[in-house]
């Protein structure tokens, strides 16, 4: 007898697992934009706390390393702050998968939390450069503009060139030094700062027209060129720090705020666990707002 061998019948196909995406973008958006709130009224505060930092009055203003340390921490605060509550959000909203492990339950809300945080950045970005926020905006930049021109004009009546040639010019009234003589001057000093040293023709040359119109002797006339030559060095040497100095300051500016956004992203997938956590427990958070 032969037998015939049949496949065994073919159970219709079944899964439990869901179809849908791993990603919920209601629960990603509902704690990116509470992200976005929580930076922006606490960036609004911030600011208000950082203008009671300068004054217009000398001696009067919160020194510049103070204010970077205050800023600095108070905008880990914020991106911490915003990225937990935001990724906790998500993760206290977000429809765990049934089959998953708790393990894997754990990676999708850090997952999540961390899109939170992305699309976080994201609405902050636009936000901050959406009319919405352009009457804040034109107020800020008045505030700076009025600033830089009143920056302006300090150094204009600070020009380190203008004082020199004020003091090697200076006459007696009897002959008065014409445009072209200081104009002739501020190139021979120009060209003494480019190379560090003045060149003793020209040198010689203004003390020689200084000493006829202020009428003093030839050494005095000197002496006063090359106090307001070592006048003119030490200002550029002033400017090439204040240079050095703001080009640290923007590294470290970049640095910080690299560090800020990995520490945010690390908070969000955090928040993001704990919010899983407590939904797999179903804790109860009524207390909090209960009366009585």
Do not use: C
Request: charge should be neutral.
């Amino acid at each position: 007898m032969t037998l015939i061998q049949t496949d065994p019948p073919v159970a219709a196909a079944t899964s439990t697992k869901s179809a849908q995406s791993y990603l919920e973008w209601g629960a990603i958006f509902g704690g990116a934009v509470l992200a976005a709130a929580i930076s922006t009224i606490m960036t609004a505060f911030g600011s208000a706390i950082g203008l009671t930092l300068v004054s217009p009055e000398p001696g009067r203003s919160t020194s510049l390393t103070v204010i970077a340390i205050v800023a600095g921490l108070w905008a880990l605060w914020i991106a911490v702050s915003a990225a937990t509550a935001g990724g906790y959000l998500a993760g206290r909203m977000r429809r765990p998968v049934a089959d998953a492990s708790a393990h894997e339950r754990d990676v999708r809300d850090g997952a999540h939390g961390l899109v939170v945080w992305a699309v976080g950045a994201l609405l902050v970005t636009v936000l901050t450069t959406s009319s919405l926020f352009g009457a804040a905006r034109t107020a800020a930049e008045g505030v700076a503009s009025a600033t830089s021109g009143a920056a302006s004009l300090l150094s204009q009546q600070a020009d380190p060139m203008a004082n020199a040639l004020d003091s090697v010019m200076r006459s007696t009234g009897t002959a008065p030094v014409t445009s072209d003589e200081r104009a002739e001057a501020s190139r021979i000093f120009v060209t003494g700062l480019s190379t560090g040293k003045l060149e003793s023709g020209g040198r010689e040359y203004i003390a020689s027209r200084l000493a006829s119109r202020a009428g003093i002797a030839q050494p005095d006339a000197e002496k006063r060129i090359d106090d307001a030559f070592a006048k003119l060095t030490q200002a550029k040497e002033t400017a090439k720090q204040a240079v050095e100095k703001a080009r640290k300051m923007a590294v470290l500016t970049a640095f910080l705020t690299a560090a800020v956004l990995l520490v945010s992203a690390a908070a969000s997938w955090m928040g993001a666990m704990l919010g899983g956590k407590h939904r797999d427990e179903e804790l109860d958070l009524s207390h909090l707002i209960r009366r009585g």
